[in-house]
């Protein structure tokens, strides 16, 4: 099947990959534009995870003032290279990742992150909340709600701010497998006015 460049410029538009990668891809699917975007984003993570392992010692810390500077936020975000660090994509990467910390107000990075004592305060919360139901509508129960938690609190599994079709995550594993560096959030620290720390 021939595959059109509207096809390609769409498939890119949804996922960012590179023409080359979208028009492979199309042509495998036989132009079935979501079997496209899981084989784009499988290969996303397959690089991803290729590249985890590689150093990060360059990247950039970004600032961000939002709301008339009634919220600052820092964030430090590495990759393997200084050739990458002042890449513009790379740039945009770091200036939306600020952006969802000054929008979302994340408390942590990942669910790791999360103190166990906070989790066990939350797990004695929707257990209270549930009442007397069977153990296993229990257990399934506390893991929606504390899967919903983590993407309340933890930057990585939040949703987009700018497409709410992905994850923090996901957007990540996506511009890694386009620069095809390692790239780690490192830290951030977000300041509101006025809030006591």
Known sequence: MSVTNEQIKLLREKTNAGF?????????????MEKAVAELRKK?????????????????????????????????????TDFVARNEQFKAFVKDIAMQIAAANP???????????LVNKEKEIFAAQAGDKPANVLEKMLA???NKFYQEVCLMEQPYVKDDKIT??????????KIGENIVIRRFVRFQLGEEI
């Open 107 to 117: 408390l942590y990075l990942n669910p790791e992150d999360v103190p166990p004592t």
């Open 168 to 177: 923090i995550k996901d957007y990540l594993n996506a511009v890694i497998a």
């Open 20 to 32: 080359m990668d979208c028009k492979k891809v199309l042509t495998e699917t036989n132009g079935d």
């Open 144 to 146: 929606g709600k504390l």
């Open 44 to 80: 996303g993570l397959a690089v991803a995870a290729k590249r985890a392992g590689k150093s990060t010692k360059e990247g950039c810390v970004e600032s961000y003032i939002h709301l008339g500077g009634k919220i600052g936020v820092l964030v430090e975000i590495n990759c393997e």
